[in-house]
């Protein structure tokens, strides 16, 4: 059982490292901006109603977060823990997460806004599986297609230069006082990506490191 949180900064690589380490651990990776984004492409009338937020930058309402995280983590495939990636983003929505389960670890990336800024307005998605790519780090091998599944690769409504510091400014003022939330738990743990063109693997390598240790630790 691991129910783990990679937490970080907009551009700190949660996703990108989250996708990895779910395939090395066999646990889903569970990404609230990825549902959100969904639920927006899908048109359901909640996609709609949030569509604003997510464009902006700015935090989706709690209740509504919660409603799609919940959703997502009674599905069968949670049994055995989760890597959470995006949530909590909110003191509220880390007191309910507490009421619903005790996690086991909090990864906590630490980079500079300046590799945020370098990252996020270079990053591409995959608009059909949701891969993620960077122009400088972590190029295609053609462009502009996803080496996965084929689609087409584009950059994310959100990963304007604007949008980036909004997103940098709710963070600092609404998500990073977790950190400390997460430290009196006893839960969390940093590590450090200043190193722009550090491969991803070896972050990887670093995290499964990490969770190895709690395991022996907890006999978990
Ligand atoms: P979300 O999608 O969660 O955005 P975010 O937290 O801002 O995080 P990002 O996805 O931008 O960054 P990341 O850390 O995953 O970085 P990545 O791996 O892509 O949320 C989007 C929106 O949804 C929010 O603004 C909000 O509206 C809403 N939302 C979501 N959750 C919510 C919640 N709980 N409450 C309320 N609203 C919520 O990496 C970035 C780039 O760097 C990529 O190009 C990648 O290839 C590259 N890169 C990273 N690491 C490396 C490396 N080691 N080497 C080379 N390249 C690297």
Redesign the pocket.
């Known amino acids: 059982m691991m129910r783990m949180i990679l937490f970080?900064p907009?551009?700190?690589?949660?996703?990108?490292?989250a996708s990895r380490l779910s395939t090395v651990l066999g646990i889903p990776h569970i990404?609230?901006?990825?549902i959100?984004r969904e639920e927006i492409k899908a048109h359901t009338q909640l996609g709609e109603k949030i569509r604003a937020?997510?464009e902006k930058?700015?935090?989706?309402p709690?209740d509504i977060?919660l409603e799609l995280l919940k959703r997502r983590l009674n599905k069968p495939d949670c049994e055995e823990g989760f890597i959470l990636?995006?949530?909590?983003?909110?003191i509220s929505?880390a007191e309910a997460l507490d009421q619903i389960f005790n996690l086991n670890l909090v990864i906590n990336l630490n980079v500079s806004d300046k590799i945020v800024m370098q990252?996020?307005s270079?990053?591409?998605i995959c608009d059909t599986c949701g891969a993620?790519?960077?122009k400088l780090?972590?190029k295609p091998r053609e462009e502009s297609v996803c080496d996965k599944c084929g689609g087409r690769l584009s950059q994310r409504k959100?990963d304007a230069p604007d949008v980036i510091q909004e997103?940098l400014d709710i963070y600092r003022r609404r998500t990073k006082p977790l950190i400390i939330h997460y430290t009196n738990k006893g839960v969390l743990r940093n590590v450090f990506?200043e190193d722009l063109?550090?491969?991803?693997e070896s972050?990887v390598d670093e995290i499964r490191s990490i969770v190895d240790h709690v395991r022996n630790a907890t006999c978990l």
């Open positions: 970080g907009p551009g700190a690589g949660k996703g990108t490292y990404s609230t901006g990825d959100v937020y997510s930058g700015e935090l989706v709690d977060i990636d995006g949530f909590p983003r909110t929505q990252r996020l270079n990053r591409l993620i790519y960077n780090t972590l959100d997103r990506c063109m550090i491969p991803p972050v």
